[in-house]
């Protein structure tokens, strides 16, 4: 299970704080990116990063940030400004362009009550 | 933006029948489509893709093709079995933004 890690695989908060979620790589890619995924809605785009120092909004942004400060990592905070955090949480990773196989995390299922 | 529909939403079948997954896409510049499966508890996992240039692609029981002008492609695994149990996500990429539209999933349960 290398290449693509996420840490840790499951997580409890208490609604009103924030909590990072940890993504990290091996395989030197360049994007990298964050999905939220909830029965029945597949997988949906938090943010995404193309490159060190540069990130982008996805369809689902507010709510969350994010950081790309190593090529290897690319954290996620979800913030208490999220409605409805509870979700199981997917990063992954592409040599470059998003026409390229995407490489997934293992994932983190946040609960938040 | 683009929108991807996925069908069926759940898909039951017999061992040694065929399954056919089928997606749309709005966006007529999209030129990528992956295909993923995800076991219960695991990440995605990419099983077969193709590009825009090409009508169909192989690999051994698993087919996918794909028909730009009425901008839809099915995925096609022949001869199923047990494990291929799981859910299956197709996806399409942005023309103008770079990242991948994903359908909503279809849960497919193969049973002996």
């Known amino acids: 299970d290398g290449g693509i890690t996420q840490s840790p695989k499951y997580l409890f908060r208490k609604e009103g704080q924030n909590v990072t979620l940890s993504c990290e790589q091996n395989?030197?890619?360049?994007?990298m990116y964050w999905y939220r995924q909830d029965p029945g809605q597949g997988l949906r785009l938090i943010y995404y990063?193309?490159?060190?120092?540069?990130?982008q909004k996805g369809d689902i942004a507010e709510g969350y940030s994010v950081s790309r400060e190593k090529k290897e990592s690319f954290p996620l905070t979800v913030t208490s400004a999220q409605k409805n955090p509870t979700a199981f949480y997917l990063c992954?990773?592409?040599?470059?362009?998003?026409?390229?196989?995407?490489?997934f995390g293992p994932g983190t299922r946040l609960t938040v009550t | 933006g683009e929108n991807v529909e996925q069908h069926p939403s759940t898909l039951s079948v017999q061992e040694g029948d065929s399954a056919v997954i089928k997606c749309t896409y709005s966006?007529?510049?999209?030129?990528?489509f992956p295909w993923y499966k995800q076991e219960l508890g695991k990440r995605p996992q990419l099983i077969i893709d193709?590009?825009?240039?090409?009508g169909e692609k192989k690999d051994q029981r698993i087919a996918v093709t794909l028909n730009k002008t009425a901008k839809h492609f099915s995925l096609h695994i022949t001869e199923t079995q047990p494990e291929d149990s799981a859910v299956y996500f197709c996806?399409?990429?942005?023309?103008?933004?770079?990242?991948?539209?994903f359908g909503t999933g279809t849960r497919l349960q193969v049973f002996p």
């Open positions: 996806a399409a990429s942005t023309a103008d933004t770079d990242k991948l539209i």
């Open positions: 395989l030197n890619h360049d994007a």
């Open positions: 990063s193309q490159i060190v120092n540069d990130f």
């Open positions: 992954a990773s592409t040599p470059g362009t998003a026409s390229y196989e995407q490489y």
């Open positions: 193709i590009r825009s240039n090409v």
């Open positions: 966006d007529s510049a999209s030129n990528y």
